[in-house]
DNA sequence: GCCGTGTTCCTAGCAGTGCTAGATTCCGGA
DNA sequence: TCCGGAATCTAGCACTGCTAGGAACACGGC
């Protein structure tokens, strides 16, 4: 009995290690320095443990990653605009979602190049709808133009990160993107 | 003196022949079988051949698509929106630059996710800097709202190829960006 | 306590990757 | 015709993701 659990719990500690390490690996040397013999040295275990844990192999290791990165982005999210209203919602909105991209690269990587995890689908998981959800709710519960919202900060957070854009017009940019989302909600 | 010509004509053919081999492999089979073995097969010489003409290797050969993509883009953009004039101009350099995405997916890929080439920088190659100015003049000029306005059409494109948003609503999606940037450019 | 049994884990290896040192072949010029 | 230098290829390195096979281990029944 109690021995069952003991080694459910540990199988459960090394499946969130695996995950973990792979996070920090990746935000520390970026992706493509995670590979799966690393990995399995950081978690002190053979190569074959991790297809014992993600059978699909490496891809699956960072699918879990951007999952995870999804449940976070959405808490984030959820946590800047509560209980505010209006432009300020909006802007809490904005500077909550480009804050989390510019400091958790490599997971906003995993969300959203690399893993292929269906969005708009009917098995898309839960963490990945709340952060949808709060992006609608903040501008006025429009499905459109939550996605050309949430669309304009994936591009503003994607083209910052590559230096497709200058660093310094940053928190004019960020500005500007308010206006105009709260302008479209307001309508 | 002759034979000195046809020796450079027939390494700039080859080394054209590819940058289009990489793009066509890309577009057909996606970049995960674009490999440099692949690669010279297909123009029929050995891999070594492949680092006479790109000395930094693979990286250097998806940079190369890339390039010639921004080139493509900004044609494509300026015909569009040649000779139209307000929202008109918007919609249309809206629809040109969302079908481009679409319709050559692995190109895009290789302009926005695979390759670096800096772009607001100094040393920003021309085609890069075409592009960009296709979407100021279209926006009035403005270099944020232009900034935006590219960040949300970046935004819209990476997300539909993603499946991260519904096929279904494409095109009020694409009224919605034309509107917003239309009202933001007329103000 | 002991012994089969079944799980858990590791070693070793495969095929494929990007890239390169060294040998070889080829070709223009004398 | 032959030589010298450039152009090109063969063979190999170190690495990748992944897996088959065997060894070691802990467990339950006697």
């Known amino acids: ?21 792979a996070r920090d ?6 992706w493509e320095a995670v590979t799966t013999r690393r990995l399995a040295d950081r978690i002190e275990y053979s ?15 960072v ?3 951007a999952l ?13 605009v509560d209980g505010r209203r209006g432009r300020a919602a909006v802007a809490a909105l904005t500077d909550a979602y ?35 959800g709060a992006v609608r709710s ?8 939550a996605e050309v919202g949430w669309a304009a900060l994936h591009g503003l957070a994607t083209l910052r990160r590559a230096g497709r854009v200058p ?3 940053e928190t004019r940019r960020r500005e500007r993107v308010v206006d105009l989302l709260h302008a479209a909600a307001a309508r």
């Open 68 to 80: 995870a990165g999804f449940g976070e982005l959405a808490e984030a999210l959820e946590a800047a």
């Open 63 to 65: 699918a879990a990653v």
């Open 47 to 61: 190569q074959p443990v991790l297809y014992g844990h993600f059978p699909g192999g490496k891809d699956e290791i």
């Open 138 to 145: 903040t501008l006025g519960g429009d499905d459109e133009l």
């Open 1 to 21: 009995m109690a021995i069952q659990e003991r080694k459910a719990r540990e199988r459960a500690d090394r499946h969130a290690r695996i995950v973990a390490s």
């Open 25 to 30: 690996l990746a935000e520390e040397q970026g």
């Open 167 to 169: 660093a310094a017009g």
């Open 98 to 132: 480009l804050d989390f991209a510019a400091e958790r690269p490599a997971v906003y990587a995993a969300m959203f190049d690399l893993a292929a995890i269906p969005f708009a689908a009917d098995d898309t998981p839960a963490a990945l709808r709340a952060g949808f």
